[in-house]
Structures are given as structure tokens and as C-alpha cells.
DNA sequence: GGGCTGACTTTAA
DNA sequence: TTTAAAGCCAGCC
């Protein structure tokens, strides 16, 4: 059987669907992955994502704050990035977050 | 092999 | 309203 349900490549997947400018949560990609509350792994997922070209600071979590920045290697890499696409960002969190907002869910298609 | 941690979310009090 | 605890799965020690 074909074990081990790429988690992570699915995780990848959805992050690399995500359009320049939008952001997604945990949360979303989890709910789309129907894992309904193992948005804990997409962060573990993006975690291991280094190395490869998924665009985790596009993920954020659900209040629309930048989690991982941290984890970018340095505490304003991940709000450069998003500024750069044209989101602005302000003490660590997205402006007008329910805007640009990008669900896999809804904008894949259920 | 067993147990803990972790870039979160949601429900309950 | 805010604060607290539980839930989930995979990876690492």
C-alpha cells in the first residue's frame, strides 16, 4: 500500500498554489487536507520546507500573524517577503488579513 | 520501541 | 469578554 500520504508534498502543493499578494493559514490548508485540527503538522510540513521552493511566509495563522518569521532566519525576513508582494504588514501582523486571505478550499474548489 | 516536542486550531468555562 | 485546556500527526531523541 502506498503508505505515508505525502503530507508534506501536499502541504507544499497548496503553498505553491497560493497567488502573489494572497496569504493562507494552517488552519486552511489543514481543513483542505482534511486533517480538521493537524494544522500543528502543516507547520511541521513548512518546517522541513526549507530547502525547497514552497513560499511558507505566505502561511501564517489564523489571526493573521507571522508564527514562523522567526524561523526564516531572521525576525523581518518573512515581513520583507510579504511587504514585497504588496501586503502589508504591521507589528508582526497581515493588514486587512480576511483580504488577502487566499483559501485553498474555496479558490481550488471544494 | 517509547515518549516528547512542535511555525496551530477550536471548544469550553 | 478573556483565559485555559484538549486534540491531531509526524519527526526526532
Redesign the pocket.
Known sequence: MTP??D??GEVYDVVRLVPRGRVT???AI??YLS??????????A?????GHDVP??R?I???GVL???H??GGPTI?QQLLEDEGIRVVDDRVVDFTTVFWDPSEELGL
Open positions: 505515508a500520504r503530507y508534506f493559514t494552517y488552519g489543514a481543513r486533517l480538521r485540527a493537524g494544522a500543528r503538522m502543516v507547520g511541521w513548512m518546517n522541513a520546507s526549507h511558507a511566509h502561511v495563522n489564523s489571526r508564527s514562523g518569521k524561523f526564516f518573512m
